[in-house]
């Protein structure tokens, strides 16, 4: 099961499978600190019992009935300051895929994926380790629910508890490191015009007022950008436009 990928050029040809891992952004860290991964070599578990998310959330997912695994990538080739652009470029290529089973995702600021009126059904975690100010590794997170029908949460849902279908983890797997890759490329590239792009295109409650929260103050907004750095830029009611770091501004129902 997930053996090497033939139709990539890089990446998906080193693949590690694990039946049951506590988490696969661990378990490539350590490998690539024993040197036995490198850029485009990939962690991949039947079943992640401790699964890391934003804000070091936990992500829980049914054994079998989903995919979580890593990417090892090397993007030495940007400078740190730019390391939002990974991040939009991987959250871009996993919607390219889900879009063709549900056309409606979208990404919620800074990597949740999820089907408005349905819930969440995946999420992104990258890693970095930098050697003073020189990128080394960066090691990428994803789960995504795919044929999971039991959350224990409102907040969350499936490909299956959408469409009602069920779909081959091994194929999807294969599809979505190809996406992944092209998506990486492009990066490569310095397309960073249309990744942005690509990436506010799809952002959750974009150009649309909304409530959110930040300093004990809840408000209405309106996302109107993303910073060079990766910050939510959202226009207040008074016209003014601030800021917003990962941990300084939440989602408010």
Not at 48 to 64: D, E
Not at 65 to 71: A, D, E, G, M, P
Not at 108 to 130: M, Q, R, S, Y
Not at 231 to 251: C, D, P
């Amino acid at each position: 099961m997930y053996k090497i990928l033939a139709n990539t050029i890089f990446l998906g040809k080193d693949v590690h499978f694990l039946p049951e891992c506590h988490s696969t952004n661990d378990i490539a860290l350590k490998l690539v600190r024993q040197r036995q991964a490198a850029e485009g070599s990939v962690v991949i578990c039947g079943h992640q019992t401790q699964g890391k998310g934003q804000r070091g959330n936990l992500w829980y997912s049914q054994a079998g009935k989903n995919l979580t695994f890593s990417l090892v990538l090397r993007p030495d080739f940007m400078d740190i300051s730019e390391q939002f652009y990974l991040n939009m470029a991987v959250s871009n290529s996993i919607r390219r895929l889900m879009q063709d089973y549900i056309p409606q995702l979208e990404v919620k600021w800074p990597n949740d994926l999820i089907v408005p009126g349905f819930g969440k059904i995946g999420g992104i975690l990258i890693e970095n380790t930098f050697s003073g100010k020189e990128w080394e590794y960066a090691i990428v997170g994803i789960g995504l629910n795919i044929n999971q029908l039991d959350f224990g949460s409102t907040t969350a849902a499936s490909i299956r508890s959408i469409t009602g279908s069920h779909f081959e983890l091994e194929e999807l797997f294969r599809l979505l490191i190809t996406q992944l890759e092209q998506g990486y490329i492009q990066l490569k590239k310095g397309k960073w015009n249309e990744i942005k792009s690509e990436y506010l295109m799809h952002l959750y409650r974009m150009d649309s007022w909304a409530n959110y929260s930040a300093n004990g103050e809840q408000f209405l907004g309106k996302i109107v950008g993303i910073s060079a750095e990766g910050k939510l830029e959202v226009e207040l009611e008074e016209g003014e436009t601030v800021r917003y770091g990962l941990k300084e501004i939440t989602f408010v129902p």
